[in-house]
């Protein structure tokens, strides 16, 4: 009104308006529309992963630092013809096209959706055939071993399918998530009933950390063990006459033959008391060469085989003189 009033008086009087004259409208522009997507939601949700449950933390966590989760859970009406409503979810709906994979964006997204219409698409993606799924992943989850993966590898494993059940509908409790750990450990952990007995029963991270600690334990264990195989093992013959200039002595060569032998041995009963698979094997495979290595270094040949150069010579010689007496 103030401004349409200047533009009139400003022609009556014959002069042009000025910029003062006239208020143009103000353009306001949210922090969040400048922000870096990926700097909030390092994750790339993906079905071929069906990381959906680390995703969802993310972007909420990103749409509540800025009081868009209306967005997305449908609390709030939509308001299209809203300027700021209409600026405020068309950047929701960029995050979410800049969050996912390509696989997912050709599955649920479509012209001229909202926000709320791409996360409750691409959530549907993730929690379809819900019973069928529900019973394969809770076969996986009481089937799973630790075979000979680490501590670590495992809790993540068993904590992933857990997040997946989750995610289907069928919830694992802590205390279900630990018995099942347990029950999947390799043989060489078995002291851990203790931690099964305890009442109450340690949550997962706890028990994850006793069970590290564990795992370190028993490598140390492997170690010394090896060290001391060794030293028993190779005993003096480790510390024989060095070689000579002639080649070396036989005490020397054989001492070598033994340490050679004990490094092997060593490293099986290693392989053994770290829980490996193929420990038994290293063991029979280090066997013959530990026998080896403390037999004579010279042998007869066998019935049969050729004559050493220079043998036969000798032989012949003690032969003419033997007629010849």
């Known amino acids: 009104m103030l401004a349409s009033s200047a533009t009139t008086a400003s022609h009556s009087s014959g002069t042009l308006p000025t910029a003062d004259s006239i208020s143009a409208p103000a353009i306001l522009v949210a922090p969040y529309t400048t922000i870096s997507v990926k700097s909030h939601v390092p994750v790339t949700l993906e079905l071929n992963h ?20 209306p967005h997305i859970d449908g609390m709030a009406a939509a308001r299209p013809t809203d300027p700021a409503w209409a600026i405020a979810d068309s950047c929701v709906r960029s995050w979410l096209l800049g969050t996912v994979g390509t696989d997912v964006l050709g599955l649920a997204a479509a012209p ?7 996360w409750v698409a691409i959530k549907r993606l993730f929690e379809a055939n819900k019973a069928p799924r529900a019973i394969f992943l809770s076969h996986k989850f009481h089937s799973m071993t630790q075979g000979d993966s680490s501590i670590d590898e495992y809790c993540q494993q068993m904590k992933a399918t857990a997040d997946a059940l989750r995610d289907v509908g069928r919830t694992i409790t802590d205390p279900e998530l630990v018995l099942n750990l347990l029950r999947g450990l390799n043989p060489r952990f078995a002291s851990t009933a203790d931690i099964a007995d305890s ?11 006793k069970l590290v600690l564990k795992e370190l334990r028993l490598a140390n264990e492997g170690t010394v063990a090896a060290q001391t195989a060794f030293n028993a093992t190779c ?32 490293a ?21 060469s530990l026998g080896a ?8 040949p066998a019935p049969g085989s050729a004559t050493p150069p220079g043998q036969s010579g000798r032989n012949s010689s003690s032969g003419a003189r033997r007629r010849r007496t």
């Open 199 to 209: 009442h109450p029963l340690p949550d997962f991270a706890t028990t994850r950390e």
């Open 235 to 266: 005993g003096p013959a480790c510390r024989s006459a060095s070689p000579t200039a002639g080649g070396g002595s036989s005490a020397g060569r054989q001492g070598g033959h033994v340490a050679a032998a004990t490094v092997a041995a060593a």
């Open 50 to 69: 069906l990381n959906f449950n680390q995703w969802s933390p993310f972007f909420t966590s990103l749409c509540g630092k800025f009081g868009l989760l």
């Open 112 to 118: 001229d959706q909202t926000a709320r219409e791409l």
């Open 268 to 288: 099986a009963a290693a392989a053994v008391a770290s829980g490996r698979r193929d420990g038994a094997a290293m063991v029979a495979a280090a066997a013959p």
């Open 293 to 300: 290595g403390h037999g004579h270094p010279h042998r007869p």
